[in-house]
């Protein structure tokens, strides 16, 4: 499995690294990047609470 992010869609907000900072972290551009894709399941729950559904897993 994968994890993406979708830079046109990710507002910066910080969700992703709050609830899973071992998987995610915020770039020089002040969006969201991939760092690990360790912990599957805790991607899974940030994915679903990121508020412009920039996050998927496949």
Same mark, same amino acid.
């Given at each position: 499995?994968? &994890?993406? &992010? ?5 507002? !910066?907000? !910080?969700?992703? %690294?709050?609830?899973? /900072?071992? %998987?995610? !972290?915020?770039? =020089? =551009? !002040?969006?969201?990047? %991939? &760092?690990?894709? =360790?912990?599957?399941?805790?991607a899974?729950?940030?994915?679903s609470?990121? /508020? %412009? ?6």
């Amino acid at each position: 499995m994968s &994890i993406k &992010i979708d830079k046109e869609t990710c507002i !910066g907000c !910080g969700t992703c %690294v709050g609830l899973c /900072p071992s %998987v995610f !972290g915020m770039d =020089d =551009d !002040g969006k969201a990047k %991939v &760092i690990s894709e =360790d912990d599957l399941e805790c991607a899974k729950n940030a994915e679903s609470a990121c /508020p %412009v559904e920039s996050i998927s897993i496949e």
